[in-house]
């Protein structure tokens, strides 16, 4: 069901976005001057009869945005119930679509381009948060997938935190005529992200490998367009289809960069996710099969440790607490029997000396003489 629903959001912010594109380069922005009615109107009971030329798009613009807001809600109670991760990420992502849809009311209302330039970027962050928790409810996404070097990782991020800065100097083109920052970015993007977009290719991961390719194929379209734009706005070049293609050619180019931020963020939160490879530490916690730690608690069968609190059969250990049978501990309390102890409190009697009768002294016997 969350499934659904992240990319029924995500499907209807596309068109949202490109709806946007039209508002801004057939200048249509201000066809509608109040905020939030139309013409007094109430936003859904508007006659479409009025839709005509620059308020067929700004009103249906807000029309969409109405019903971005709705199906946002919507995924937010759905992600509510599955918790962590993606309860969060579904009240950011209700968060954000409120703070869009102020953005571009007081853009109406106040006048201001840059808070034009503001609604523009965050619309793509927005579409981006959705493509990520479209990932993450996704089935595929759930696969397991090989583990990957921390350089890789730091790359995919950086591919992505690149576009995204492309998409802001994109907007600083449109509102402010800022072209230099816009071609200074195109020329790292297009050198840096087929980089690692060829890197992740070679993964073979489920969900990475697919994704990388197809991020390669939109970096063509994006290069094309973005050629076709520059010649229609800043060259006296004649264009065929003329007024059409001046308005389709940026329009195209916004949505394909759309996309392309939305690749590379769900590869940066993919290759985020993976675990590093496993390395042999010559510190491992565990001995290797077939052979003892030194330390080990159980000793090798058939020999007793040393530090074993049970001794080997018929061998007692040196600090035993029972000595072997017929022999005195050291430590004994009680001598044995016929000897006395070093330490014993009474002495032994004294015996008599007894001289043999075979021994013969050199001195003469008084008693005899």
């Known amino acids: 069901m969350a499934y659904r629903l992240a990319l029924a959001t995500l499907g209807a912010t596309c068109v949202l976005i490109l709806l946007g594109g039209l508002v801004t380069n057939t200048g249509s922005a201000l066809a509608v001057p109040d905020w939030p009615n139309t013409f007094g109107?109430?936003?859904?009971?508007?006659?479409?009869?009025?839709?005509?030329?620059?308020?067929l798009y700004e009103h249906s613009h807000r029309l969409m945005g109405m019903l971005v807001g709705l199906l946002t809600l919507a995924l937010a109670a759905a992600l509510w119930r599955e918790g962590g991760r993606l309860r969060r990420l579904g009240l950011i992502a209700v968060v954000a679509v409120i703070a869009q849809?102020?953005?571009?009311g007081l853009r109406v209302v106040l006048l201001e381009d840059t808070l034009a330039i503001f609604h523009g970027c965050l619309a793509q962050a927005f579409f981006a948060l959705l493509a990520v928790?479209?990932?993450?409810?996704?089935?595929?996404?759930?696969?397991?997938?090989?583990?990957?070097e921390p350089a890789l990782k730091g790359l995919a991020v950086l591919a992505a935190v690149l576009v995204y800065v492309q998409i802001v100097f994109g907007a600083?083109?449109?509102?402010?005529?800022?072209?230099?920052?816009?071609?200074?970015?195109?020329?790292?993007?297009?050198?840096?992200?087929?980089?690692v977009a060829a890197q992740l290719r070679r993964t073979g991961d489920a969900v990475a490998a697919p994704i990388s390719r197809l991020v390669t194929v939109l970096l063509g379209i994006q290069l094309l367009l973005g050629l076709g734009s520059y010649l229609a706005r800043f060259s006296p070049m004649w264009i065929p289809g003329e007024q059409l293609t001046v308005t389709a050619l940026p329009v195209a180019h916004r949505l394909v960069g759309s996309l392309i931020l939305a690749a590379t963020v769900i590869l940066a939160v993919r290759m985020a996710g993976h675990a590093e490879p496993a390395r042999t530490s010559g510190l491992s916690a565990g001995p290797e099969p077939g052979r003892a730690s030194g330390l080990s608690a159980e000793p090798e069968p058939g020999r007793a440790s040393r530090l074993s609190a049970d001794p080997e059969p018929g061998r007692t250990s040196g600090l035993s607490a029972e000595p072997e049978p017929g022999r005195a501990s050291r430590l004994s309390a009680e001598p044995e029997p016929g000897r006395a102890f070093g330490l014993s409190a009474e002495p032994e009697p004294r015996r008599a000396y007894v001289r043999p009768p075979s021994i013969r002294t050199g001195l003469t016997?008084?008693?005899t003489t």
């Open 365 to 367: 016997d008084p008693a």
């Open 41 to 55: 109107y109430n936003m859904v009971s508007f006659p479409w009869s009025r839709m005509v030329g620059g308020i």
């Open 133 to 148: 928790i479209a990932l993450m409810t996704a089935p595929r996404a759930r696969v397991a997938a090989p583990p990957i």
């Open 172 to 195: 600083l083109l449109t509102h402010a005529g800022r072209i230099d920052l816009h071609l200074a970015g195109a020329l790292l993007v297009f050198v840096f992200v087929p980089i």
């Open 101 to 104: 849809g102020v953005l571009g």
